[in-house]
């Protein structure tokens, strides 16, 4: 509704906001009928929850899953789907890449393909990650540039890899150089629209290149291109909403994500203390904070409800290391569900609670799905929760008079 | 979502709605963890509540705190944002001015400027009302016309005024002709579109005037023009709801933002009770009756919360005059919060009761904040509240088939 215009009525002040991201917290009740926030045992989560704002978010829309990339967009309070973060970019960022303007990035598969072009395995036998490796050391010394754009090659995990075109106009509004299955031609990039055709032209080239380098190496002797995009054109955080901002997370992807916003990112971090403590350090030098709690995710989709409880857990138990450095905001909630019943991201809303001194709290019990439902919030969209934060925090000026 | 088809899907009968707006009435739980409705003793809303319908209202969008001019805007079913009411039309509203479409109003103060042009005080040293009152009867004895165009002054408090120009083609797309801050130069009104190129014209004619005819009432021997604009263009009630309605409001705010939407209002009442027996007086000239109850709001902005939960006790007192007519809808609500502990309006969704024989009603034991957030309702945009009066009201036939 507001959009845009919510850059009219920002105001300065000193006030903190910390938003603390447990990725895929959100579950569903199971087999057993019960939520991991639910059963988790969580004293100073419910203690907060008592004399907090509840409500539910919706990540992107009723019933759509989100991955990482559009969960996170929308709880920094982009549209998801205007801003859509394509999978080449996630990829590279997931792997600890910066990426600027008009970088192209595409994930890549090794893959297998006879002498006339058939595309025989698309993943060439799950090569193992080695050998990946060094193939994509060979892919790097023998190819550079192509025309004068920069070509960048990183392995990933068993078949997978990661393409990082570096120049200018290249547009990646480009179909994957895929075929899908095994046994059919393999396909060429192509432009969805004109000014892509240079991209096209480039990703072409270096698959010819790859065709070439690798054409011994069977079975990996050719590559795919897919879900190739340029980083997307997004407003940055200091600018639109004028906070000083700064991720504290464990995993490259959401550092990844924080800078595309434009957050400082805080390296050589591992478990949650680790955070917590980054947090303290960094207290005074900012005015929002992202922290992202990694593992109630991980454990979601592996399917292991103890250990995400777990996790859960864990978090209460640095939690009033938080409170106690008294941030005028303190924001939790989930990017999205991971209900380890169903070992994947889901649709479900997400918890999310909000504190802060002008707080109007229902006296809910606890911090869960439940308590979360009957909340004062209601249920809403995670893209405006960032205007909430704003609002609590004192840096909204009043709309009209 | 259903938007102008509104209008198509009006039918017409003999309902009455009313709709009672008790300004500012949502709160925050602030230090004794309670609000204002939670606080006052309310027998007979207490018994309304549990045959309602209750939810919470958005007034703007979340996170925005809106001033009462969008806030009633939005109740009176139109968007908010999309049909801003400028701040120079609400500061005429304000005192009783009627504004046509074309006239353009500015909000004013008396400055002082040096001989070159420098404005050294944006306030005049906030000159008494008194003097504010002569100086403009000598404005308004010297400057009648500019060009073809007739000017208007009004005097309001200390060093504010109200302009209005009233001509053909006056378009208020302008800049505020005001340095923001002392010891800058005077700034002329810009237009900030073409076709406001005549209006911004005619406001610096009027500005060079005000320095010719005060030139030796230093201090205030100029002015500054704010927020001028033209009244919105909003489609009439009656021609988009086919609702004859009237406004019974004491103050003349509300009273001019009613007739920016074609209500008839009604004059000469100070107090609740006097609301009411209007009510009951014009019963049965109108189909719908928009009711102000304004002190809630006065004293949530003072910070006087014994005082807010008194006139919230007052109204409680009046409802059962109002019950006894039996509406066909009856709708309690706020235009927006004003929580005694932050002395301002917020941005938390207001409190709303809508009671009709069509109620799905799931027994809430009172009316306040935390029952209407776990009401049948959930929390949705105030602008979408006149679809659910007219809906309650039999007024809208089906869409489709």
């Not at 200018?168 to 393999?186: H, M, R, S, T, V």
């Not at 011994?216 to 200091?238: Q, S, V």
């Not at 979360?372 to 919030?377: E, P």
Request: charged residues 30%; negative net charge.
């Amino acid at each position: 509704m507001i959009g845009e215009k919510i850059k009219n009525l920002i105001q300065q002040n000193e006030s903190k906001i910390v938003l603390v991201v447990m990725d895929g917290v959100g579950d569903i009740s199971g087999n057993d009928g019960k939520t991991a926030l639910e059963q988790a045992r969580t004293p100073a989560l419910d203690r907060l929850a008592a004399v907090s704002e509840l409500g539910l978010t919706i990540p992107v829309d009723i019933g759509i899953t989100p991955g990482s990339g559009p969960a996170h967009i929308s709880l920094f309070g982009y549209d998801p789907v205007q801003h859509e973060v394509g999978r080449g970019v996630l990829e590279a960022l997931g792997i600890g890449l910066t990426l600027e303007k008009e970088n192209l990035a595409a994930r890549a598969n090794f893959a297998t393909r006879t002498p006339d072009g058939i595309i025989t395995d698309r993943r060439a036998g799950r090569i193992p990650t080695e050998e990946n490796e060094r193939l994509c050391a060979i892919l790097g010394k023998n190819i550079k540039k192509i025309k004068d754009v920069e070509v960048n090659v990183y392995p990933g995990k068993e078949h997978r890899f990661v393409v990082v075109f570096k120049g200018k106009e290249l547009f990646g509004n480009l179909y994957d150089a895929d075929p899908q299955e095994a046994g059919k031609k393999e396909k060429l990039v192509q432009a969805a629209d004109k000014k892509s055709e240079r991209a096209a032209a480039v990703a072409n080239e270096f698959i010819k290149e790859v065709n070439r380098v690798i054409a011994d190496e069977y079975p990996a002797n050719t590559c795919l291109l897919r879900g190739m995009a340029n980083p997307p054109e997004i407003e940055k955080f200091g600018d639109l909403y004028g906070l000083k901002s700064c991720a504290i997370a464990t995993y490259p992807m959401y550092k990844g994500l924080s800078r595309l916003v434009g957050m400082d990112i805080k390296e050589g971090l591992v478990s949650i203390e680790d955070e917590v403590k980054e947090l303290e350090k960094s207290y005074k030098e900012y005015d929002f904070f992202y922290i992202h709690v990694k593992k109630t995710d991980s454990y979601g989709e592996d399917g292991k409800l103890e250990e995400k409880i777990a996790v859960i857990e864990e978090f209460d138990s640095c939690l009033e290391k938080i409170t106690e450095l008294n941030p005028e905001v303190l924001c939790i909630t989930a990017d999205h569900s991971t209900p380890a019943a169903m070992k994947s991201h889901s649709w479900h809303p997400c918890p999310f609670l909000i504190k802060s001194r002008f707080c109007r709290f229902t006296g809910e019990e606890g911090f869960s799905e439940k308590e979360c439902a009957s909340g004062s919030l209601g249920t809403f969209m995670a893209k405006d929760a960032m205007q909430l934060m704003l609002a609590h925090a004192g840096r909204l000026k009043k709309f009209g008079a």
